[in-house]
């Protein structure tokens, strides 16, 4: 179970990462992480009526998925606290033509 302030801050997080379709602002490039721990924001996850629907890849998705990004999702220091080049001191998922 979890407060309604839990949900609400769970629920503002996920309205900004569409919002700015990525865990990043759009103005500035710095992230935002969930203002939730982490137990909190994946008991969320897990709580979901699709999770146990076998009718639905929502279980498969998030068994197969959330464990590789749980760490770009909460994790603010350096290098993913800032979109830019590795080289530059960030963490990108944009491919430029000098990409080595």
Do not use: Q
Not at 26 to 50: M, Q, R, W
Not at 58 to 78: N, R
Request: charged fraction near 20%; proline fraction near 4%.
């Amino acid at each position: 179970m979890v407060s309604v302030d839990e949900w609400n801050k769970f629920t503002a997080y996920v309205a900004g990462f569409y919002g700015n379709c990525s865990n990043y602002h759009n103005f500035g490039h710095k992230k935002f992480i969930p203002e939730i721990n982490e137990e909190t924001f994946s008991k969320i996850l897990y709580s979901n009526p699709l999770y146990n629907d076998k009718n639905a890849c929502y279980k498969e998705v998030l068994d197969s998925y959330y464990h590789l990004v749980k760490k770009e999702i909460f994790e603010i220091g350096h290098p993913y606290g800032t979109i830019n080049y590795p080289e530059k001191g960030g963490i990108t998922g944009y491919f430029g033509r000098d990409l080595t």
